[in-house]
C-alpha cells in the first residue's frame, strides 16, 4: 500500500509571500491531520479532518493559515502571509476508522521563511 | 492539563547494549500511549501502543515498552541496540475521542559502533 504523499518536500520563501503543501492521504483513510513541527520539538497539531469537514482547528492560526480537504481525499495547506516563524516542517497524517490508533506520517515539507 | 515529557534530548548507547528512552504523562482518566521515530528527511513512523491490558507492549523492530500507571511513565526499550536505531523518537498521548496526539519533544539516540 502506498503511504502518505507529500509535496513540495522543499520550499524556500521570503516574509509576507504565499505558500502552499499538497498531501495525498493513504487511500481509504477517512481523517487527516496536518501537524507543525519546528526544530527541535514534537509535532502539534494544526488541524484535522474526518473525510472533507473539519473536526478540530483550534490551534492553527486563521488570520493566516488555511486548509481544504474539497473532496475528502487530498488536501492542501496554505500560508499567506508567512512570517518567519512559520519555518518548520509540515507533516500530513492519515488515519483509517479500522486501525484508529494509528497514524501513518508523510515525509513532511520543510519550509524556511527568510 | 493532559501533558508528555521526554526528559533527555539525547540518549548514548554502544551497539549491543541495552537502551531506554524516558517518556512520563500526565492525563485525568486512562492514558493511551505511543512511541514514533523519525529518521533523517523521513516522517514518523509508528512503533508501538499502550492502550490497555498487558503493561509491557511489544513493538516494531524489537522495541518494547513498559507501562507504568504508579509512576505515570512509558518508557522505551530494547535490549541489544543497532547503530540502525540512531534516530529521533517521539512519545505521545492520545488527547480525546477524536484520537488527537500530543506529542513530547523528542529523544536523540545515537548508538555508537
Known amino acids: 500500500e502506498a503511504g502518505v504523499a507529500q509535496s513540495p518536500r522543499y520550499k524556500i520563501i521570503e516574509k509576507r509571500q504565499s505558500v502552499a503543501f499538497w498531501c495525498n492521504p493513504i487511500?481509504?483513510?477517512?481523517?487527516l491531520y496536518w501537524y507543525q513541527q519546528i526544530l527541535g520539538q514534537g509535532p502539534k497539531l494544526l488541524i484535522q479532518f474526518q473525510n472533507n469537514g473539519v473536526v478540530d482547528d483550534s490551534q492553527l492560526p486563521k488570520d493566516r493559515f488555511s486548509a481544504e480537504r474539497l473532496k475528502g481525499v487530498d488536501s492542501t495547506l496554505k500560508i499567506q502571509p508567512a512570517k518567519l516563524e512559520d519555518s518548520a516542517v509540515y507533516l500530513c497524517?492519515?488515519?483509517?476508522?479500522?486501525?484508529?490508533?494509528?497514524?501513518?506520517f508523510g515525509p513532511g515539507t520543510r519550509l524556511t521563511v527568510t | 492539563a493532559q501533558s508528555v515529557a521526554q526528559p533527555e534530548d539525547q540518549v548514548n548507547v554502544a551497539e549491543g547494549n541495552p537502551l531506554t528512552v524516558k517518556c512520563t504523562y500526565s492525563?485525568?482518566?486512562?492514558?493511551?500511549l505511543f512511541w514514533y521515530v523519525q529518521y533523517p528527511n523521513r516522517g514518523l513512523q509508528f512503533l508501538l501502543k499502550y492502550i490497555t491490558g498487558d503493561n509491557l507492549v511489544k513493538g516494531s523492530y524489537g522495541f518494547e515498552a513498559e507501562f507504568n500507571k504508579s509512576q505515570t511513565s512509558f518508557h522505551l526499550k530494547k535490549p541489544s541496540a543497532l547503530v540502525s536505531d540512531s534516530a529521533l523518537y517521539f512519545c505521545?498521548?492520545?488527547?480525546?475521542?477524536?484520537?488527537?496526539?500530543?506529542f513530547g519533544s523528542g529523544t536523540r539516540l545515537l548508538v555508537r559502533p
Open positions: 492525563v485525568s482518566g486512562n492514558p493511551y
Open positions: 505521545a498521548l492520545r488527547m480525546d475521542s477524536s484520537y488527537k496526539l500530543i
Open positions: 497524517a492519515s488515519r483509517s476508522n479500522a486501525r484508529a490508533y494509528e497514524q501513518y
Open positions: 487511500s481509504g483513510h477517512a481523517t
